[in-house]
Structures are given as C-alpha cells and as structure tokens.
C-alpha cells in the first residue's frame, strides 16, 4: 500500500523514504508559514499567525482549502494578496513542490544538481512540470492581464498558471477569464500534478508518454524515447487510457450538469475538470447547483483522489496475461 501511495517502482527502502517524506513536508509546511507571516499578520494581526499555517499546509498538500471568504467575500479565496509576492511566491513554491512527487524530492535530495543522474521519472517531471508553467504563464501574461501594471502581470500571471495543477486557490477573479483563458485552466486541472505527489489530475508524467508517443509515429519510431530511455508500450497504453477516462468522464459529466441545472455547458465542463482535477477552483455556480449535480460532483471527485487506473483494475476482473493472441485486424485511423 505504502509502495503503490508514493508510486514507488521497488518495495525495498520504502519505510526510509516514509520517513524522508514526513520530515521534509514538515520543514516545506513550517518554513512556507514562517515566510507568509509578515503578510498575514500585517494584515490580520494576531489571526495571521493561524491564516499562515493553514495556508502553507493547504498549498504543499495542494488541497485548495483557503479560509478567505468570511473575510474578503464569498469565493474570494487569495484575491486580495494577488499582487503580493510575500504571498505569491511562497504559496506557488509550495504548490510547485508539493505537486512534483516524493520520489522526484528523493532524486533531488540524492543527486542535488546533477541532472544526468536523476531517474528518467524525475527527468521527466521537472521538464513537464517547468513547460507546463511556462507556457501557461506566458500566455495569462501576455492574453488575461495584459492591462495590469508589470509587477501585478507577473504575479497574477504566474499564481494562476501554478495554481490549476492542482492547488486551488485563485488570486485573481476567474469569472473574468475569456474564454481561451477558462479553457487553459481547464486543461491544466485534467492535467494536474506528478504521480507520488499530493496533487491530483490524470498526471505530468501521463501527457508526457502521449506526446513522446505521438512524435514517435510522426518519426516513425517503433517505440517512444525519452531522454535516451525507452518507454514500455503498457506505458503508453496506460496514458492513452487514462486520458480518454478523463476526458470522457468530465464531458460526461459536465453534459449532465448542464441539463440538469440549464447551466452554459462551458461553465459546467470548468466545475467537472476542477472536480475530476480534485483542485477546488469554481466560476461560483456550485453552491446552487441540484442535489444530482452536486453527487456527479462528488463521485468525479472521488474518482480523481483514488486515481483512474486504481478504479479501472478494480473495476475489471482480471484473469491473467493472455497465453495466445488473436489473428491481426487492420484498421485505418486518420
């Protein structure tokens, strides 16, 4: 159980690394609290003490949990520290590190800079982690806020495109989002973060074998590659597999919801991928959504905690490998 929780590949040295983990959270959970007391206590005084700790917590867990909205408006949630670094970056560091996995803090802590040394995983990880924050970014600054002051472009720019995978706070007002805007954060909730970490989604490490796979048929490859490594086609089979659940479960889902509810579908399909992302961001419309809308939510949700390949194994009774195969059928795609 502790193997299959961390996504480790080996049993052996997995009580070490339980301890590694729970040490290194409680330093990465303390230090992110003492860094956003300033900000806090300035602004609520003695309350920020709490507001910090609760915050640091919630963002290295990815959890989404914020408890701003009895005091700067309902869904407010970070709003009102949106062009605070004090806050900013303290909070996407969290989220960063939290998101990346347990098993890429353990090749860091290893190798420290040596990245030829790192595992392909970690590899992997960093590189799709850093483009997936790098891109998003410079498309919000560029698109979404491109009328705000240089310091707040950069603040709100990076937050937000952190932020989706899957930590949900939100330190801009996401109702505001165009729609090219809204459909980036959708596509980076179904994403979310890395396999062993606290954060949810279909996984990094999952888009990265697709499109390794997809250049390898362009290139005509037999197998896609990664950093000099082959990856196994049970891989790929898995990612493509995963993908299509995701997809098919929050259309589906948001579909209903629509219906049920006379809700814009774009706006359903946003509430369904922060569900199935279990990221906690919202355009507003859950606390009035139907009782049926709310268990669609519920079960998307729970679906995305346990994880889709968890729930598919269970699902599906398995016999054993196949002994024989069955004549090749030739089918044209494209």
């Not at 005091?71 to 590190?97: C, E, K, M, W, Y």
Request: glycine share 10%; aromatic share 8%; with cysteine.
């Amino acid at each position: 159980m502790l193997q299959d929780s961390i996504s480790a590949h080996q049993i052996g040295g997995i009580v070490r690394m339980t301890s590694f983990i729970f040490k290194a959270a409680l330093i990465f959970e303390v230090s992110g609290a003492l860094v956003l007391l300033p900000s806090f206590c300035t602004q609520y005084g003695a309350a920020g003490i709490w507001m910090s700790f609760f915050h640091s917590i919630s963002a290295f867990c990815n959890a989404g949990f914020d408890i701003m909205g009895a005091r700067t408006g309902q869904f407010s949630s970070l709003t009102s520290f949106g062009s605070n670094p004090g806050v900013v970056i303290p909070l996407s560091l969290l989220i960063i590190i939290g998101g990346i996995g347990f098993l890429t803090w353990d090749d860091i802590y290893t190798h420290k800079h040596h990245f030829k040394r790192y595992r392909t995983q970690t590899k992997v990880v960093l590189v799709t982690s850093g483009l997936l924050i790098l891109i998003p970014a410079v498309m919000l600054f560029f698109g979404e806020y491109a009328d705000h002051p240089m310091g707040d472009r950069i603040c709100l720019s990076l937050f937000q495109a952190i932020t989706p995978r899957t930590a949900g706070f939100n330190t801009a007002d996401l109702t505001a989002l165009t729609s090219t805007g809204r459909m980036l954060i959708i596509v980076l909730m179904i994403i979310g973060g890395s396999p062993g970490s606290t954060a949810g989604g279909m996984k990094t490490t999952t888009l990265a074998v697709l499109c390794s796979s997809s250049v390898s048929v362009i290139r005509r490859k037999k197998s896609p590659e990664m950093f000099g490594r082959r990856i196994e086609d049970s891989t790929v089979k898995s990612a493509a597999a995963l993908l299509i659940m995701y997809l098919f479960l929050a259309l589906t889902g948001a579909a209903a919801i629509s219906i049920i509810d006379s809700l814009p579908l774009g706006t359903c399909i946003f509430e369904t991928a922060s569900a199935i992302g279990t990221v906690g961001l919202t355009l507003g419309i859950t606390p009035a959504l139907s009782f049926a809308s709310h268990i669609i939510l519920i079960l998307l949700m729970f679906f995305g905690r346990v994880g889709g390949l968890t729930l598919m194994y269970a699902a599906v009774n398995s016999k054993g490998g196949d002994v024989s195969q069955r004549p090749v059928g030739r089918i044209s795609v494209g």
